[in-house]
Every structure is written in C-alpha cells, then in structure tokens.
C-alpha cells in the first residue's frame, strides 16, 4: 500500500514538522569562515547537515515522515529503496521510533551502507540492478505485507522536514539576501523555499544541481517535468532523473533560478570546503557551496556585502574516496 498524500505542504507544516522534530534530530551548527567572507566580499552562513544524525538532512524527512503515520502503519511498517543516504535515515528514524523498516538495495552496494543500514536495524532485501526494478518489488512488498513507501523527496511530510533545516538557519541568524541549496529530486529544495516564505520572504533562493543531472534546470525552463537518462556524477546524491509531481510546482513558483557545477569544480569546492571549515564533506554535500562561489564569481556586485545561507547536505564519503578525489591520498 502506497500513501502519498498529494496536498501541498505549507510553511505552516515544515513549522509544525520542526515541533515533531525537536528533540529527535540535532539542531546542526551554523559554520562561518572570515577567510572566505573576506575573499568574496559577503557573510556566508552554512547549515551543516553532514553533521546531521545518519549524516545528512535525510533524517528529517524519513523521522517526520514516520511520526505523521497512524498506529496501524505504524505496526505493519515501512519499505524505501535507495543506496544512500535516504535508506540509513530511514532505518535509524525507523528504529527510534520502533516501526518496523524494510530496505530495497542493490546487491553490489557498497559493503560499508549495507552493514550501516543493517546496523540501524533495518531488513535488507536485495535485488539485481541490471535485471530487477526496485520500484516493482517495493511496491510488491508493500502491497503483500501491507507496508507503507517512504519515497526520498515527493511526499509532503518529507518535504516539510526537510524544510526544518532552513527554519533553522532563519530561527538562528535572521533573515537572509540569498540562499544556494542543492538539488536532486527537490525536497530539500522545495521544503527550503517554504521556510524562507515563513520567515524571510525577500530572500533570493538558487538550487544547484550537477551539470550532467540538470533535469531541474530543463524544467524550470520548460515550465513541465523534464526526464533525462541516468546522470553519471560524482554527486550520487543528487543524481536523480526528474523532479517530483509536488516538488517541481513549489520550485517552478518560488525558486530564483537554478544553476549548474561540473564535476571538477565540485572536487576543488570540496577540498576547499575541508580546508576552510575543517569538516569533510560528500561530493553532493558542496553542490550549493560551490554553486554560490560561481555565482558570486560570475556577478560579485549582486552579492556584495550580502548576508548568503549555504546548505551543506551530507558527509557520508568513505575516507579513502575523499583522499583520492581531492588528490592528497
Ligand atoms: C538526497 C540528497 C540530496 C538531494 O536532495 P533532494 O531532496 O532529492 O533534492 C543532496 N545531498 C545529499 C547529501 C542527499 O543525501
């Protein structure tokens, strides 16, 4: 059984989601570096959600999303698929809140995200990624066994928690001139833009995706949901095909504009990201951070002496990968 409730969530809700999640999800620092307010001429603000529980701001949307469910769903349990960070924020979510968590994964995911996911308690059922649809079996579970799909980004109730993060920053440091956020499927995005309706409705917001996974961009442009084939990215995080049915009219009505990073310069965003906060962040974790440097780069009179929030949304990389990607391993 699959519920996606379709209302659009409201600022009211990512308020109401920050009450649930009081408590249950950490209130993440907000990182500041003179060096690089000095240099490009503004006060940037990071919201560090790598340092999130299960590291990254996933957490939000699977524990709101959990919490939002009746008794009897509750009991029966939930199904995701995913590799990433959306399968381990479940699965802990999940576990605190003592539903029962069923995870749909590639058999040759990474050994070290199947043992974390395992270790939050969820089941594991595997599946060929060349010969299966992981969409096919989650639904077949879900119709079987009566479990509930938490879908990674196009439900309210996610979205409204991921949107918790950005109340956040606003509730801690006021109102902001512009605010970069990263983008895959959008929730975080769309959840962002409704924080900024709440409590700093002036504020300019850019997504920022991968240039090989600029699926949003296309859309923006061409006013409907555009596909594209799977992208090849470092930034698995936000490699996704398309944007939501309730994510993409949020962001077609209140995004500013939707920029795009190449590879490469994720991979300079990142070491410099490490040098200048002394925090390791995944590739997908930088996209906004190096998206607002370009855009600051192509047009510093827009930006000057501008206050800019800057989401950093994951930190799950393995520390070799980290070494050989910046070059220093
Ligand atoms: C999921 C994810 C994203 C993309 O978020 P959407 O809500 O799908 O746009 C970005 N960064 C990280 C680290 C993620 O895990």
């Not at 009897?72 to 029962?100: C, K, W």
């Amino acid at each position: 059984m699959t519920t996606t409730p379709d209302a659009r969530p409201t600022p009211d809700d990512v308020r109401a989601a920050a009450e649930i999640l009081h408590g249950a999800a950490h209130r993440t620092p907000v990182l500041t570096s003179r060096l690089t307010d000095a240099e490009l001429g503004a006060t940037v603000l990071v919201k560090a959600e790598n340092l999130q529980r299960t590291g990254s701001f996933k957490f939000r949307g699977a524990f709101h999303t959990l919490s939002r469910l009746d008794a009897g769903r509750r009991r029966a349990g939930v199904v995701a698929y995913s590799s990433g960070n959306h399968a381990q924020a479940l699965a802990l979510a999940a576990q605190l809140q003592e539903v029962p968590a069923t995870i749909v994964m590639p058999q040759d995911a990474p050994a070290s995200k199947i043992a974390a996911t395992r270790g939050y308690g969820a089941r594991i059922v595997h599946y060929d990624r060349y010969t299966e649809d992981r969409a096919v079996i989650a639904a077949e579970l879900a119709d079987r066994s009566g479990l509930t799909l938490v879908p990674p980004y196009d439900h309210p109730h996610v979205i409204a928690g991921q949107g918790t993060a950005v109340l956040e920053l606003l509730e801690d440091h006021g109102p902001l001139d512009a605010l970069f956020v990263c983008l895959g499927g959008g929730g975080l995005l769309s959840g962002s833009l409704l924080a900024v309706q709440a409590l700093s409705p002036g504020c300019a917001v850019f997504g920022v995706e991968p240039e090989a996974s600029d699926d949003g961009r296309q859309s923006l442009r061409a006013g409907r949901i555009v596909s594209i084939p799977q992208p090849r990215t470092i930034a698995d995080g936000a490699a996704t095909r398309h944007l939501g049915d309730l994510t993409f009219p949020i962001i077609a009505e209140h995004v500013t504009d939707v920029l795009t990073v190449p590879d490469d310069a994720l991979i300079t965003a990142m070491a410099l990201f490490a040098s200048r906060y002394k925090v390791v962040v995944e590739p997908t974790g930088v996209l906004a951070f190096c998206g607002m440097r370009a855009a600051i780069a192509a047009d510093p009179e827009r930006f000057a002496g501008k206050r800019i929030g800057v989401t950093v949304s994951g930190g799950n990389v393995d520390l070799d990968r980290f070494a050989s990607l910046v070059g220093t391993g």
